[in-house]
């Protein structure tokens, strides 16, 4: 019998190990964007490069903002097995002054969620 409970407990194991291999996986070119001096109440964009390193296909599930200053874009159908991809961001400073902005990035893959971050001064 404990045979029988040492074979199944292997089984499972291997199984969720090998599902764990098969995720997709969001990697960026960079995470972190630099406005540097931008002018107050003008909306400026900008985009975050990433591909699917994964093995499954990917999709973003959701980008959370911690501002209404700033507002995400981005493709909601699944980006393939090595496929490329980007977010826009659009940012509208509602305050002078410097400023450093976190957005969360929501996926299915083997790293559920990651932050990209802006940053600059308001003149």
Known sequence: MLKKIIVVAFFILSKISYSQNKLPELTFEN????????TYNEPVNCSFKFRNTGKADLFIKN????????????NKLPYKRK??????ITFNARTKGSFFKTL???????????????RGYVK
């Open 83 to 88: 496929a490329k991809g980007v977010i826009k």
């Open 63 to 74: 980008i959370i903002s911690t501002c209404g200053c700033s507002v995400p874009e981005w």
């Open 104 to 118: 969360l990035v929501e996926t299915n893959g083997k790293t559920p969620s990651q932050a990209i971050t802006i």
């Open 31 to 38: 995470k972190i964007h630099n406005f540097d001096t931008i």
